[in-house]
């Protein structure tokens, strides 16, 4: 069962803009996990941010959650050529299982 | 640190056959999951191993799929027999806390003819 939706499926900057991508889900969770994934260095972990938290930073990548919208944002500032990769939440919504979104799919153009 | 092994990279075979794939965690990481991610989707968890007993193999099918952890450490995949549908890659990934960071391996990537 998809727990998270990622909006929108697929997005296209330019270097040097920000993106923002969404992320809602259907019942009460535990965490939720960001993770990136390239054709070169698979899936990769960029941030978890517990159902406590609002707001975390890790360098260029900023997400907030809000559990009475169940849903969460990665906003990636100042974007590279690098971030070109396809970005997928996970939530925890008990039993320490994630449960994966379809994925954004991040092109940045140069 | 090592990350995550998990070998072949590709496997081709015919609908019918079986097929099994290996997977080593980073040292010391007590869980290991095994996911199926089919083209233009992401991850599904089939199967969460907690040392070498399954904490969650709700939706693996368990008619043509197994999985064992033998010493808590390495794990394998089997489907025996594959169906078309079977096409896709299959993920290994560790943690060291369960519901937390997970490190993922490469990647099998499977394709039944």
């Known amino acids: 069962s998809q727990q998270g939706e990622e909006d929108p499926q697929a997005l296209s900057i330019q270097e040097g803009e920000n993106a923002t991508m969404n992320c809602s889900y259907k019942?009460?969770?535990?965490?939720l996990q960001w993770y990136r994934q390239n054709s070169g260095r698979g899936l990769v972990h960029l941030i978890l941010?517990?159902?406590?938290?609002r707001e975390k930073h890790s360098g260029r990548l900023r997400v907030t959650l809000d559990t009475s919208k169940k849903s969460s944002s990665l906003l990636i500032t100042a974007s590279r050529a690098a971030d070109t990769a396809s970005y997928f939440c996970?939530?925890?919504?008990?039993?320490?299982?994630?449960?994966f979104g379809q994925g954004t799919r991040l092109t940045i153009n140069p | 640190e090592a990350g995550v092994a998990q070998s072949p990279r590709y496997k081709i075979i015919e609908k019918r056959q079986s097929v099994a794939f290996w997977c080593n965690p980073i040292?010391?990481?007590?869980?290991l999951y095994w996911y199926q991610q089919i083209l233009g989707q992401g991850p599904k968890l089939l199967i969460q191993?907690?040392?070498?007993?399954?904490?969650?193999d709700s939706q693996l099918p368990k008619d043509r799929f197994s999985a064992e952890r033998l010493k808590g450490v390495d794990s394998t995949l089997k489907i025996q027999p594959a169906k078309l549908e079977d096409s896709a890659v299959y993920l290994c990934?560790?943690?060291?806390?369960?519901?937390?960071?997970?490190?993922f391996g490469p990647g099998t990537r499977l394709t039944v003819t």
């Open positions: 990934a560790s943690s060291l806390v369960r519901g937390y960071e997970q490190y």
């Open positions: 019942t009460s969770i535990n965490n």
């Open positions: 941010i517990r159902s406590n938290e």
């Open positions: 996970a939530t925890d919504a008990g039993a320490q299982k994630l449960v």
């Open positions: 040292s010391g990481h007590a869980t």
């Open positions: 191993f907690q040392n070498n007993g399954v904490v969650d």
